[in-house]
């Protein structure tokens, strides 16, 4: 019943920055909390930063300082401002959100940092 809209990944340099945004839709609900994860090759999915209904925010300890979580609680979006990329940033980026304790996931957009 829930959708998730995922945009905004791409090639991008070193130094780079780059916009993800996900949007959900399809039913009457209220989001508990927004977030990204992040799949590397052969890595486990791993948290990237999250955002509570209220407003509190949670980031991997390497991407403080550079990435920053957002929402808009009305539309039921959550945008990641991605600045400073590095090679190490280079995964598959997951949009998850959490209603009513159920958690759907989107079906996660690509992002690679190259020169």
């Known amino acids: 019943q829930v959708q998730l809209v995922e945009s905004g990944g791409g090639l991008v340099q070193p130094g780079g920055s780059l916009r993800l945004s996900c949007a959900a839709s399809?039913?009457?609900?209220?989001?508990?909390?927004m977030g990204w994860y992040r799949q590397a090759p052969g890595k486990q999915r791993e948290l990237v930063a999250r955002?509570?209904?209220?407003?509190?925010?949670t980031y991997a300890d390497s991407v403080k300082g550079r990435f920053t979580i957002s929402r808009d609680n009305a539309k039921n979006t959550v945008e990641l401002q991605m600045n400073s990329l590095k090679p190490e940033d280079t995964a598959v980026y997951y949009c998850?959100?959490?209603?009513?304790?159920?958690?759907?996931w989107g079906q996660g957009t690509q992002v690679t940092v190259s020169s």
């Open positions: 998850q959100v959490i209603i009513a304790t159920r958690t759907y």
């Open positions: 955002i509570t209904r209220g407003g509190f925010t």
């Open positions: 399809g039913s009457q609900f209220s989001i508990n909390a």
